[in-house]
């Protein structure tokens, strides 16, 4: 009789349990892999947990700030990006212009050098020998500073 009573209680908490796995992933949210692989103590907990997740990720909270945004403060917005898209236009072509005068400097003395110093061609060489070191030094400080930039 006490095996009976003990069989009939394993066979409800068998149903139970077979009842609560089926509710748990009545709506296939958890694959029945996972679900076997949990303890069946557990598995209400991580089938609730889950649920729990997955409403809080549909209902987010809203920021208050956002609720206060109207359409004239992204108007503003905007106006004020296209603005400093302007500048940030205009500070590009003024450095390439700069770029360009350097250049330009630069073979305007190498062209003065070589016309009068062509009478000597040792000090010619000496002198454009020292320019492209130091054009080679300073590129390559440039660059070891953008590499420690990144």
Known sequence: MVK???HKELEASEKESDINSSTDNSDGIIPDEILEAIP???RGK???IIQQTMISGV???SNPIAEKITPDHITSIIDISDKQDIRD????KS???YNLALILIGLVFIGFLIVFLQANEELLIKIIIGIVSFIG???FGRSGKLKGED
Not at 89 to 92: G, N, S
């Open 95 to 97: 450095d390439k212009r």
């Open 89 to 92: 236009r205009e500070d590009r």
């Open 46 to 48: 991580v089938a609730s």
């Open 4 to 6: 009976n009573k003990k």
């Open 137 to 139: 030094g300073f590129g």
């Open 59 to 61: 209902m987010r909270r």
């Open 40 to 42: 069946e103590e557990d």
